[in-house]
């Protein structure tokens, strides 16, 4: 069982030698994730902002208004917004009455 040579090692409860491990026991935290997370945060942030500038001092919202009431796709699309806001108000109306109702019989 043993090998030629080798005693058997009782106090390690094992054959032969131990293993070592070649990677080093305080390793240095990856910062490559975060760095990545802060750069495309900061690019996000600069598009934002810049739509933002463009839509406030560029013009581009009185455009996209007046195209909205010049033509009959502009019409449609503002009348699907118009849709969707109104049920996102209802929707939200909804859950936050069935929430206090809930509230309130689960205090009874």
């Known amino acids: 069982m043993l090998g030629a040579g080798q005693p058997a090692a009782r106090g ?33 942030a600069i ?11 560029g013009g581009w919202l009185s455009g996209f208004g007046r195209w909205m009431y010049a033509t009959n796709l502009g019409t449609v699309v503002r009348y699907a917004l118009e849709s969707l806001a109104l049920l996102v108000c209802v929707l939200l109306s909804t859950a936050i009455l069935i929430y206090a109702e809930r509230k309130l019989w689960a205090a009874v």
Do not use: C, H, Q
């Not at 409860?13 to 390793?27: A, E, V």
């Not at 598009?47 to 001092?57: A, N, S």
């Open 12 to 44: 390690r409860g094992g054959i032969g030698l131990s293993m070592t491990s070649l990677t080093p026991i305080n390793r240095a935290p990856d910062k490559s994730i975060p760095i990545v997370l802060a750069i495309a945060g900061a690019a996000v």
């Open 47 to 57: 598009i934002v902002l810049g739509v933002l500038y463009g839509l406030t001092f």
